[in-house]
């Protein structure tokens, strides 16, 4: 019987090293997202839609530098605003997250992103080069579930848990080789109209 019990464990533990863990990403009435400091709200912006995904890192790491950050992952978890009268700046119900690559009971860094874009906009990779507006969450972090152990919140004000956030318009620089052919192209015109 001892020997019984000690291969279940094992059978067990080694589930839930396999495992996937899995969060959950609701956010509430009290952790609204915002964008442009108003309320994402469906009577001022009837037709806008804005995409939301998850990103995890390994707990520890520091908050993105920025939307191309090579530390965070994107989970593949995807959500929208709700379009409904009473569900300004709320998402539509995007669920429960499977992180691949972190098991059960695994703690994790977590970043929540919204954004617009000209470009793929139901897909990360795809929507970055059409960027038009975007916004991040505080860094939070939490203990992966799955199977007995409850699914953490990322929404809230509890430890851990990240508040709602602000979405803003991108403020698009200019690559450095834009920038030396609108020189050359200014030196040019006006060398140009000094032979007039």
């Known amino acids: 019987?001892?020997?019984?019990?000690?291969?279940?464990?094992?059978?067990?533990?080694?589930?839930?090293?396999?495992?996937?863990?899995?969060?959950?990403?609701?956010?509430?009435?009290?952790?609204?997202?915002?964008?442009?400091?108003?309320?994402?709200?469906?009577?001022?912006?009837?037709?806008?839609?804005?995409?939301?995904?998850?990103?995890?890192?390994?707990?520890?790491?520091?908050?993105?530098?920025?939307?191309?950050?090579?530390?965070?992952?994107?989970?593949?978890?995807?959500?929208?605003?709700?379009?409904?009268?009473?569900?300004?700046?709320?998402?539509t119900n995007p669920g429960t997250a499977t992180i691949a690559g972190y098991g059960i009971g695994t703690t994790v860094a977590f970043i929540i992103r919204g954004w617009q874009s000209t470009t793929g906009a139901g897909d990360w990779a795809a929507a970055l080069p059409g960027l038009t507006a975007v916004g991040t969450s505080a860094l939070g972090n939490a203990l992966l579930g799955g199977g007995a152990i409850p699914l953490p919140i990322t929404f809230g004000t509890g430890a851990g848990q990240v508040g709602g956030f602000n979405i803003t318009p991108t403020t698009i620089v200019p690559?450095?080789?834009?920038?030396?052919?609108?020189?050359?192209?200014?030196?040019?015109?006006?060398l140009f109209r000094r032979r007039k």
């Open 175 to 190: 690559e450095p080789s834009s920038m030396v052919l609108a020189g050359l192209g200014a030196a040019s015109l006006l």
């Open 1 to 91: 019987m001892k020997k019984l019990l000690t291969l279940a464990a094992l059978v067990g533990t080694a589930a839930m090293s396999f495992g996937q863990g899995q969060i959950s990403w609701n956010n509430t009435a009290g952790t609204l997202i915002s964008v442009n400091g108003a309320s994402m709200s469906p009577s001022t912006s009837p037709a806008t839609t804005y995409n939301f995904g998850l990103f995890i890192a390994p707990d520890g790491t520091a908050a993105p530098t920025g939307v191309n950050d090579a530390n965070w992952q994107f989970v593949g978890a995807y959500a929208v605003n709700s379009t409904a009268a009473a569900g300004a700046g709320r998402l």
